[in-house]
């Protein structure tokens, strides 16, 4: 009976210990592999009707060139009056019309992004740090549109199972990376401390710690300090039970030895 006792008083040490490490945010390095990732997620609300419409730019685009044609002393001189009525009516719009206009800024990173801003959802950001050498670090992220790895634009691929990733190339020991993704409404509704993951060659699994996401058992922790509080205080309070169970058995021991 006294080992069960004792053994029953060490396991709510144990795990009382454990958890008040946790809260205290010292639990992150235990047993960590290699491989860490420590992103936060939020959301990224885009106000209504931002972005660029293709069809408004390329008709602005069209009158204006239509109107430099017609006011450029040059062109009139050089091009008879009916050829310049072709490439007003024939050329420019054939050139300059919607589907044509988006490929171009399609074409272009910067006015690419601001395309695609209007389909942002929610983001990810933090750090990636390898303990030791790996190959070919990639991270999958549901969703990804866009993404930056220590401040610069990255491209977004998609794997043989049609989930989105970033190819993080190789990392030497002790190296870390700051990265930034912007997601698509795909990524909303999903557990992404489950779909982000992290890895690189010959097998090796990295480990996810992620901070904002919503709708996980014990997810309010985060938001209500209150019950930070009161977890702590009953894991104190397991905790020092756990130590007098244990203890007072060997002084009533010590005791009637005496």
Known sequence: ?????????????????????????????????????????????????????????????????????????????????????????????????????????????ELSAILDIAAFQRSIQGTIRSAKAAQAVALTVPGALLAEVDGEKVKVITTSTGM?????????????????????????????????KLGAADGQRGRVLMWGDRGWFGADVESLRWSRGLIGALLAGVLLFGLLSLLLPILTHRQKRS
């Open 1 to 109: 009976m006294r080992f069960w006792n004792s053994f029953i008083a060490l396991c709510l040490i144990f795990s009382a210990g454990l958890g008040l490490v946790v809260l205290a945010g010292g639990a992150r390095g235990l047993l960590a592999p290699a491989l860490q990732a420590e992103l936060v997620v939020q959301d990224f609300p885009i106000p209504q009707g931002f972005g660029l419409d293709p069809k408004r730019v390329a008709g602005f685009m069209s009158e204006e060139l239509g109107q430099r044609l017609e006011d450029d002393i040059a062109i009139r001189i050089t091009l008879k009056a009916d050829v310049m009525k072709k490439v007003r009516d024939i050329v420019l719009p054939r050139l300059m019309n919607a589907v044509a206009v988006q490929s171009m800024m399609h074409d272009i990173p």
């Open 164 to 196: 989105q990733a970033l190819n993080l190339g190789d990392m030497a020991a002790g190296q870390s990376h700051k990265i930034t993704v912007w997601m698509d409404a795909a990524s909303v509704g999903v557990d992404m401390g489950k779909n982000v």
